[in-house]
């Protein structure tokens, strides 16, 4: 009779479940620079649009194909690289007016966070730091599925956009024109297409 009452009497044990962390399986990637590229827009003589490109740039990439938004991704343009196909123009661009590439031989992005907006569609906020100024931007981005390519490795692509205004990174340089209006827009278009290759 005790026996059974110490039963029941007895207090009950609370059943503690450890949580465990969610694992990412995040692997690193390289940039392959013959496939990809950086470019961008600027209105000029407030009528169209030039287009240039940068040639030198490098990157990695941590990711998870299961889990996108844990992913880490750097980018590092050479600054000198600058290509607009006009090489006057390019050397204006490469002087003191503009990027200073020999004090600021390098345009970094880092990214902070990787939001899934749907299917593949993404946002993808980080630091972009040109002519030694660093602020937050945020890219809409599109990736690809990963595959294999012919010599065994594994790929992925991304494309990125968006708009800046360069004075935000101290490029003030411009020209008034006789009609009013300015010679070089201030608002930037910047593109990023982007192949990986697991390493």
């Known amino acids: 009779m005790n026996?059974?009452?110490?039963?029941?009497?007895?207090p009950v044990q609370e059943l503690?479940?450890?949580?465990?962390?969610v694992r990412t399986a995040l692997s690193t990637w390289n940039l392959d620079a013959t496939h990809s590229n950086a470019g961008f827009s600027v209105?000029?003589?407030m009528i169209s649009n030039v287009r240039g490109e940068f040639r030198q740039l490098s990157g990695t990439?941590?990711?998870?194909?299961?889990?996108?938004?844990?992913?880490?991704?750097?980018?590092?343009i050479q600054a000198a690289s600058i290509d607009t196909r006009?090489?006057?123009?390019?050397?204006h661009l490469k002087s003191a007016d503009f990027f200073e590439t020999e004090k600021y031989p390098e345009i970094t992005f880092n990214s902070t966070q990787w939001q899934h907006k749907n299917d593949d569609e993404l946002i993808v906020k980080g630091d972009l730091?040109?002519?030694?100024?660093?602020r937050?931007?945020?890219?809409t981005a599109e990736r690809t599925a990963t595959m294999k390519d012919p010599w065994g490795g594994t790929r992925v692509g991304f494309t990125g956009k968006t708009k800046i205004n360069r004075k935000d990174f101290g490029l003030h340089y411009n020209a008034a024109l006789e009609a009013g209006g300015v010679v070089v827009g201030e608002e930037v278009t910047i593109s990023l297409e982007a192949e990986f290759v697991k390493a």
Do not use: W
């Open 3 to 10: 026996s059974n009452i110490d039963v029941l009497e007895a």
């Open 16 to 21: 503690v479940l450890e949580e465990k962390p």
């Open 43 to 45: 209105r000029h003589l």
């Open 61 to 76: 990439l941590q990711y998870d194909p299961a889990n996108v938004e844990k992913s880490v991704v750097s980018i590092t």
């Open 86 to 91: 006009e090489p006057n123009r390019d050397a």
């Open 129 to 134: 730091t040109m002519h030694g100024v660093t």
């Open 136 to 139: 937050p931007v945020v890219l």
